[in-house]
């Protein structure tokens, strides 16, 4: 027993001490994006998995692990805020398709969807939703536990919806009868809506996802019309603030999108009709757009689109860049965020080039995905720009993305919390 003991005792130290290591990557140019820079030369030093110091004439520790990344630029890893990481393998077309599989499947087919992600760079992700309610929380334990592969996942849980809403799967028969797991979000008044939240705060989600209009990827909705009264978004705004969780708001319609920012949702999804008024709202309230400007490729260029979907899709996505565009000269905080799943996952450095191409610096596409994105996630402490004491995640490429956004379209380096996930 004792013999035993001492073992643990002596595992306990070497690992104490592995856990110890202290990495130095040099980086040969450095994004810094909370001071909008480029720092040439720079030594990040990470111990355990956060970041210890930053600066340009650095002692390197004599037992660090080096990472030489001098011919590269380093970036802070980039944040996603718009994810659908645990819905699965997306092999359907069909999103009555989720009828022919358990939510085991679902869970377990999204495993790659998380790696494939971190390995494009998206050190963090913010999932904004599941049709099978908590697979996303599964997710996220997996990989906190080190059972999987992938990002530093903030997750909702499920959706929460109206009857028959965007957050559904709606256009059934009334007489089928959907699993707990297809309608846990389901609310239709301010009660009905603090009793959901409560529900996925006990459950241990880290935000809350309402929907305050029609979807374009959901039959029967109509992304123009409103869904969940002011008086009921003011309930889940108010209601997640006593678990300390902030809002997300997905919204199309000019009125669902300026209910959502009136009633204090921390971020409109898409916002694709926002008008005047509402980029108004947004700025005087200092509410986050998180839209989706470069999906739009991928829904038409899918031949499995169904046809409804895609009527719901003409103009709305034109409209929606050229609303960004105003958005961004409004001086409206803009996030980064892509829908991920509805392009294959691994894609979302294309945005990128997208928000370049609609308004943004290259530096403001950047921002959007690390600082902005951190302090949307309310986690600027921990993630999106390198400090000490946050967690080393970075990338590295090896062009400039400041001259050429596209370069973050094949990141070379991924580094979650100062472990290589990934290298040239
Ligand atoms: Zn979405």
Redesign the pocket.
């Given at each position: 027993m004792k013999r035993l003991a001492r073992a643990w005792m002596m595992l306990a130290i070497s690992s104490a001490l592995l856990s110890a290591q202290v990495v130095a990557v040099k980086a040969g140019r450095l994004i810094d994006p909370v001071n909008a820079t480029i720092l040439r030369d720079q030594i990040i030093l990470v111990r355990d998995e956060k970041v210890e110091a930053v600066g340009s004439a650095l002692p390197i520790p004599k037992d660090a692990q080096i990472i030489d990344l001098s011919d590269d630029t380093v970036l802070p890893g980039l944040i996603d805020c718009?994810t659908?990481l645990a819905d699965g393998a997306h092999d359907d077309g069909d999103p009555v398709g989720i009828f022919r599989k358990t939510a085991a499947q679902y869970a377990l087919e999204s495993v790659p969807n998380a790696k494939v992600t971190l390995e494009s760079g998206f050190t963090t992700v913010r999932d904004?939703?599941t049709y099978r309610a908590l697979t996303d929380v599964a997710l996220r334990d997996a990989i906190n536990n080190g059972y999987i592969v992938g990002p530093r996942m903030f997750v909702a849980g499920a959706y929460v919806t109206i009857t028959g809403g965007a957050g559904m799967d709606s256009g059934l028969s009334p007489d089928i009868q959907l699993p707990w797991d297809m309608h846990y979000g389901e609310a239709n008044s301010p009660w009905e809506v603090r009793q959901v939240i409560r529900k996925l705060a006990h459950d241990g989600v880290d935000h809350i996802k309402v929907l305050s209009s029609g979807a374009v990827l959901t039959h029967g909705s109509n992304p123009k019309s409103q869904e969940f009264t002011l008086e009921e978004l003011q309930a889940a705004v108010d209601e997640a603030s006593h678990f300390g969780l902030r809002v997300e708001s997905?919204a199309h319609s000019p009125q669902g999108i300026k209910n959502a920012i009136i009633a204090g949702v921390a971020s409109v999804?898409h916002a694709t009709m926002i008008d005047d008024e509402g980029i108004a709202l947004a700025k005087q309230h200092g509410t986050y757009l998180d839209m989706?400007i470069y999906d739009e490729e991928c829904i038409q260029g899918d031949k499995n689109t169904p046809k409804d979907f895609l009527q719901h899709d003409a103009e709305l996505g034109r409209l929606q860049r050229e609303n960004f565009r105003k958005a961004v000269q409004a001086g409206v905080k803009m996030s980064f965020g892509t829908?991920a799943?509805?392009c294959p996952y691994g894609t979302a450095g294309k945005q990128f080039a997208f928000m370049v191409k609609y308004g943004m610096t290259p530096m403001q596409a950047i921002q959007a995905a690390t600082v902005n994105a951190a302090d949307l996630l309310g986690k600027s402490d921990l993630v999106g720009s390198l400090k000490p004491g946050h967690y080393a995640d970075m990338i590295a490429v090896g062009g400039d993305p400041l001259a050429d956004i596209s370069v973050l379209e094949h990141v070379d380096w991924v580094i979650k919390g100062g472990k290589i996930v990934k290298q040239k």
């Open positions: 718009h659908h904004v939703g997905h999804e989706d829908d799943g509805v």
